[in-house]
């Protein structure tokens, strides 16, 4: 069973605007989350990432929050620009070295 | 920048056919991972390393097989492909660290005809 779930497949946003990807997860051993950005023909690029021990990480125009109660994260892209768009796949890592991943979610970010 | 290499980046091989896809890292990570992954699917685990002379398999059952003789280079292959075996198979390495991100190198794309 997916142990993380994206469950929007696609988000389109105008540019300049806020972009928010959302996940899900269902294991609470869970303990260090990342984002990851892809293009097609071309491997995951890291993003950001948050700690289980954290609620919310700032990287430049990247947020990443976390909710354990609601075993949900959420990335926040602002402003949203072109070059935005790209497949983005969240990630959860288990105490220990084993990483799990959603599906991702294509992001249109619209001129 | 993490230089992670994959060669080929495409594959197009008959059944039946013995192939190996490389991977090497220039950065001295000790850990090294392989997953595999179909269009809008997420990215499963086949195999990962925690240093030289140490491989496990994933969570994706497969048919393939791994080395890790040197801490830069961790090969995968398959002993005789599938049109199952179609896929995009990306290699990925980090270092010791607790919290550290996986860094991913470009895939490589193969069909099994």
């Known amino acids: 069973d997916q142990q993380v779930k994206q469950n929007s497949p696609s988000l389109s946003v105008q540019e300049g605007r806020i972009s928010i990807l959302n996940c899900d997860y269902t294991?609470?051993?869970?303990?260090?989350f990342l984002w990851y950005k892809k293009y097609p023909a071309e491997g995951p690029t890291f993003l950001i990432s948050?700690?289980?021990?954290?609620d919310k990480n700032e990287d430049g125009r990247f947020t990443v929050f976390l909710n354990k109660s609601a075993k949900h994260l959420s990335l926040h892209i602002v402003p949203s620009q072109p070059g935005d768009s790209a497949v983005y796949f969240c990630?959860?890592?288990?105490?220990?070295?084993?990483?799990?991943f959603g599906t991702g979610t294509s992001l249109t970010v619209i001129p | 920048e993490a230089d992670i290499y994959q060669t080929p980046r495409y594959l197009v091989i008959g059944t039946g056919k013995k192939i190996t896809l490389e991977c090497s890292q220039t950065m001295g990570h000790d850990k090294m991972y392989w997953y595999q992954q179909d269009p809008g699917m997420e990215l499963h685990l086949i195999h990962y390393s925690y240093g030289v002379n140490s491989t496990e398999k994933g969570d994706l059952s497969s048919e393939s097989t791994v080395s890790r003789i040197r801490t830069e280079h961790f090969p995968l292959t398959l002993e005789s492909a599938r049109p199952s075996h179609t896929s995009q198979y990306l290699c990925a390495s980090r270092p010791g660290q607790t919290n550290s991100p996986l860094h991913f190198g470009n895939g490589t794309r193969l069909t099994v005809t």
């Open positions: 990630a959860a890592r288990l105490t220990g070295n084993q990483f799990y």
């Open positions: 948050i700690s289980s021990i954290k």
């Open positions: 294991n609470s051993m869970f303990d260090y």
